[in-house]
Nanobody, 121 residues
Framework: VQFVESGGGSVQPGGSLKLSCTAS????????AGWYRQAPGKERELLAS???????NYAESVKGRFTISRDRARTAVYLQMNSLKPDDTAIYYC????????????????WGQGTQVTVSS
């Protein structure tokens, strides 16, 4: 499966962005999906996930600011990011797996190119 992330950019602190992720297969119709980010010099981290049934979970660092969603056709997954902070600067990735545990373990064969988010004044 190949993932394509888009929607990143440069914004000022307090700004918003909406990221999109599409897949080369219909994986979002059968799997849980997650958004991740990796900042320079830091490990990749899971930010938000959405299960097959639509339940969501968030890392404490983004809870209340970021919202993960999926389109009704289950062809894309989104990450609405509000109240952005400089610490949110990173490359953002998406992926999918059979369960939340798979998402947490990041047990994936491949990753997309990601989309760069830069938050600065």
């Amino acid at each position: 499966v190949q993932f394509v992330e888009s929607g990143g950019g440069s914004v000022q602190p307090g700004g918003s962005l909406k990221l999109s992720c599409t897949a080369s297969t219909t994986i979002f119709s059968i799997a849980a999906a997650g958004w991740y980010r990796q900042a320079p010099g830091k490990e990749r981290e899971l930010l938000a996930s959405i299960s097959r049934l639509g339940s969501t979970n968030y890392a404490e660092s983004v809870k209340g600011r970021f919202t993960i969603s999926r389109d009704r056709a289950r062809t894309a997954v989104y990450l609405q990011m509000n109240s952005l902070k400089p610490d949110d600067t990173a490359i953002y990735y998406c992926n999918a797996g059979s369960s939340g545990e798979v998402l947490r373990r990041m047990d994936f064969e491949s990753w997309g190119q990601g989309t760069q988010v830069t938050v600065s004044s």
